[in-house]
């Protein structure tokens, strides 16, 4: 299972970016897929998730209403559709696969087996 993610850059405060993350060896339709972060000096935490329907998705309190999570099946590929961006949203992003199919997802990354190489995004103020 390989997770490639791209789309991440230099924005200025207020901006927006769009990452992608490309999925082979798991089949979306039946995998819930994440989004986490690690910021300078923090642990890695939970940003967004989509159930492998695509129906329901769940955003942590700190990106909710900036933060938009979608995913192609067609492409077998999840977004992050970031807004309004802020300094604080400064990380490397990682996409995340859930380590089972057909589960519901949680924010927990033990839930998810696959994980992206991480791209990163700099919010400059």
């Known amino acids: 299972v390989q997770l490639q993610a791209f789309g991440g850059g230099l924005v200025q405060s207020g901006g927006s970016l769009t990452l992608s993350c490309k999925v082979s060896?798991?089949?979306?339709?039946?995998?819930?897929t994440a989004w986490f972060r690690r910021a300078p000096g923090k642990e890695r935490e939970f940003v967004a998730y989509?159930?492998?329907?695509?129906?329901?998705?769940y955003y942590a309190d700190s990106v909710k209403g900036r933060v938009t999570i979608s995913k192609d099946n067609t492409k077998n590929t999840v977004s992050l559709q970031m807004n309004s961006l802020k300094s604080e949203d400064t990380a490397v992003y990682y996409c995340?696969?859930?380590?089972?199919?057909?589960?519901?997802?949680?924010?927990?990354?033990?839930?998810?087996?696959?994980w992206g190489q991480g791209t990163l995004v700099t919010v400059s103020s």
């Open positions: 995340a696969v859930a380590a089972e199919r057909l589960r519901t997802p949680t924010i927990r990354e033990d839930d998810y087996g696959y």
């Open positions: 060896g798991r089949t979306l339709s039946y995998y819930a």
């Open positions: 989509i159930t492998w329907t695509g129906r329901t998705t």
